[in-house]
């Protein structure tokens, strides 16, 4: 952990594994005043049906991933992307460009709050945030977590086997919050970083 920081007046990258606790690490930090940013709010939005990023993803993964209504079905989607390193890497490559010009944009016209960016994928904060934190969970709890919500074993592993190794992750991290308890212990360690 870097010294001094004074993370009332920084651009804060909230970033790790899926299942580790991200968002509820956000709600944390938005009860004590920080403006949350959420990377995957901004790539939902940009999916909006005739916008330019759906006609593009359309256009390379083909109309067996829309919804009847048109709108693009995000679990058809993942299950094509998680299965195939290369799709994924399509996918980011058409998405990540404009999430990040969207979240440079609300950055630029915030002034005086701490403004936090929870992002699964770093780079999409990359050169924007003054300070990394990281929220780490084993494995094992990640699995546990993603199967409660009716995904299956399969597709839990493919999203977890998709994303950066957990080295990678910490190698960034400014701050590590270990996450492999409660949601009480982990509001603890929140409010012990401010």
Not at 68 to 76: L, Q
């Amino acid at each position: 952990m870097k010294k001094n920081w004074d993370i009332s007046r920084k651009v804060i990258g909230l970033t790790g594994s899926i299942a580790a606790g991200k968002s509820e690490v956000a709600k944390n930090l938005a009860h004590r005043g920080a403006y949350i940013i959420e990377a995957d709010e901004i790539g939902h939005k940009l999916l909006l049906p005739r916008s330019e990023v759906w006609s593009r993803i359309l256009g390379t993964f083909g109309p067996q991933i829309l919804k009847s209504s048109g709108a693009i079905d995000r679990n058809k989607l993942g299950k094509v992307v998680f299965a195939d390193r290369k799709k994924l890497r399509k996918l980011n490559e058409i998405m990540h460009p404009m999430i990040k010009d969207m979240i440079e944009h609300m950055i630029s016209k915030m002034r005086s709050r701490t403004i936090v960016i929870n992002a699964a994928l770093p780079q999409l904060f990359s050169g924007l945030v003054d300070l990394v934190i990281v929220v780490d969970a084993s494995k094992a709890v990640r699995l546990a977590r993603l199967l409660k919500k009716g995904v299956s074993k399969e597709q839990v592993l493919k999203m977890i086997n998709s994303q950066m190794s957990k080295a990678a992750y910490l190698k960034l991290a400014d701050i590590v919050i270990t996450n492999n308890g409660t949601r009480q212990s982990l509001a603890d360690k929140v409010k012990g970083l401010m």
